[in-house]
């Protein structure tokens, strides 16, 4: 008889056992972090180091602890100065000056210059939607000596802190002018920052872990921390975070003292985590995230955007979310704008149902004129809840006729195959906070194959979102929402799955987590005794 992983974890705890004592920890071997200035934290693995140019959450929490940026997002998501010192913007509202804190270095011994933030703009600028519009309005963009650079635009952009302090990535990690002069299509290896953190290159285990050790020259804020925002204060001597797949074995783990934090712990082990006295559950995201597919509209059949309408009609939300999370924690999302954002309406939003319309996509796929060609469904090996779901859209599509195909792929065999274009479906996911930001989120974008992957294209539709920095009001920029998510839900160029909120898991004996959307910090958190 084999047996599940659902129902080992129901036996241990009909039995009362833990899990440690059927799953051996493969970190037994390894000397357990008995020092209360080291911290062991199971994450996902780091397939690029470049926080310029790539999207992946990994990438941009490796970019926050080892760099830092101009501006940052206080608790109340609000842009604050972080390496600017002062600022200033002309009456005319089209020249930025800004000026650099003292006491910015390199990990390397270097100053940190003004030339350095020019270069990382620009270069960032190539990839990020925020930063193509300020290139787009910008005259010049200059260092005016070693401290001070300045931002000339041709017209106001009102939205400039808060696009350099956007946390969607990719992420304005500031570079040195070396790094940051390659192309955006040249990786960035050297992972040396002026940041809290040091990456440790001689201790880097690729696919096994990685080490990160407080930057003892780092000079932060004299603000007390505030979101991403404030006094950067490193209260541990070393953060490793190890690579752990199996979640029976990362819970042992966890239990026995070996690792201190597990990024996103199995749903069904909840119980377990709940019911051991040193443990703790933790949502840090309290906006939850936003699970969604792309198809590629570059292909058939879902270049006729009635196959792609077809597949907006199908989802039944609820049994996609239900694949890999409690019911207590999920929620339909029918705004393109998220759920708690302050541009979520349901404007044009007829198309939802609850439990799907399977027969009303029956139809419109047959007025594509699909003709039973095969589907490919890129799946995630690595990431079990998208692996979960992507089986379960899988199965609903072969429901209605589709030919889907499930081709199962680690993350570096997923971007390869994405980047190639030859796939049909894939499935992401990003913070609700992340769909407020139309200008820094390339996933809100409709540009063609200029934009992000899948490449839905309108035109009405950017020329909305271009007015996005223009507006100055809430009002206005609400009014802009309604009218970009009536066209969003006519091209159906992303489809919702569903939103759900993931805590982390970590011991007792490590706190003062920083509570913020999209990325995790490292600073501040701190161990105390048992």
């Not at 760099?67 to 109340?76: E, G, H, I, V, W």
């Not at 002069?181 to 290159?201: D, Y």
């Not at 044009?348 to 399977?358: E, F, Q």
Request: glycine content about 6%.
């Amino acid at each position: 008889m084999r047996i599940s992983r659902r129902d080992l974890v129901k036996m241990g705890i009909a039995a009362g056992t833990t899990i440690s004592t059927v799953f051996p920890s493969v970190l037994r071997a390894q000397p357990a972090p008995t020092t209360a200035q080291t911290v062991r934290m199971a994450r996902y693995g780091v397939d690029s180091f470049d926080s310029m140019v790539s999207t992946a959450q990994s990438t941009g929490n490796h970019g926050l602890a080892i760099y830092d940026t101009l501006f940052a997002l206080d608790s109340k998501l609000m842009p604050q100065p972080q390496m600017v010192e002062k600022w200033g913007v002309s009456d005319d509202k089209r020249i930025y000056t800004f000026e650099l804190r003292d006491g910015l270095g390199w990990h390397d011994g270097t100053p940190v210059t003004a030339a350095d933030c020019v270069a990382s703009i620009r270069r960032w600028s190539q990839v990020a939607p925020g930063g193509k519009l300020i290139t787009e309005r910008a005259k010049d963009i200059s260092a005016l000596n070693d401290k001070t650079f300045v931002i000339s635009l041709r017209e106001p952009l009102g939205l400039l802190t808060e696009i350099l302090a956007s946390t969607a990535t990719p992420v304005l990690c500031v570079m040195r002018e070396k790094d940051a002069s390659l192309a955006a299509t040249e990786q960035v290896t050297a992972n040396i920052g002026s940041g809290p953190f040091k990456f440790n290159q001689a201790l880097a285990k690729p696919g096994a872990s990685f080490t990160y050790d407080r930057n003892e020259h780092y000079v932060p804020r004299q603000e007390p921390p505030d979101g991403f925002a404030g006094g950067k204060v490193v209260k541990v001597e070393r953060v490793i975070w190890d690579f752990i797949e199996d979640q029976q074995t990362a819970f042992a783990a966890l239990q026995a003292g070996e690792i201190d934090f597990i990024e996103l712990p199995a749903a069904d082990l909840y119980p377990l985590f709940k019911s051991d006295p040193a443990l703790e559950l933790q949502v840090l995201n309290k906006g939850g995230d936003i699970y969604f597919m792309r198809m590629n509209c570059l292909k058939k059949p879902f270049d006729n955007v009635k196959a792609r309408q077809a597949v907006l009609h199908l989802i039944d939300q609820e049994a996609v979310m239900r694949t890999s999370f409690p019911p207590e924690l999920i929620r339909p999302i029918i705004s393109f704008f998220g759920n708690d954002t302050p541009y979520a309406s349901n404007d044009n939003t007829g198309w939802y149902k609850k439990g799907g319309n399977p027969e009303r996509a029956k139809q419109l796929l047959s007025e594509a004129g699909y003709s039973g060609e095969a589907l490919v469904i890129l799946q995630h090996a690595n990431w079990r809840e998208a692996n979960t779901m992507e089986q379960f859209l899988a199965d609903t599509l072969k429901k209605i006729g589709v030919n889907a195909e499930l081709v199962p792929s680690d993350q570096a065999a997923f971007v390869a195959r994405r980047k190639s274009r030859d796939w049909d479906i894939f499935m992401g996911s990003e913070t609700d906070y992340d769909r407020s930001t139309p200008i820094s989120n390339s996933t809100l974008s409709a540009s063609g194959e200029q934009g992000w992957w899948g490449w839905p294209k309108s035109d009405e539709y950017e020329a909305l979102r271009a007015k996005w920095a223009e507006v100055e009001t809430l009002e206005e920029r609400q009014a802009l929402a309604r009218e970009m998510q009536r066209i969003q839900w006519d091209i159906a160029g992303t489809v919702l799955l569903g939103s759900a909120v993931s805590p982390i898991a970590r011991s007792k004996t490590l706190v003062d987590l920083i509570e913020m959307p999209s990325l995790i910090p490292m600073w501040n958190m701190r161990k105390v005794p048992a």
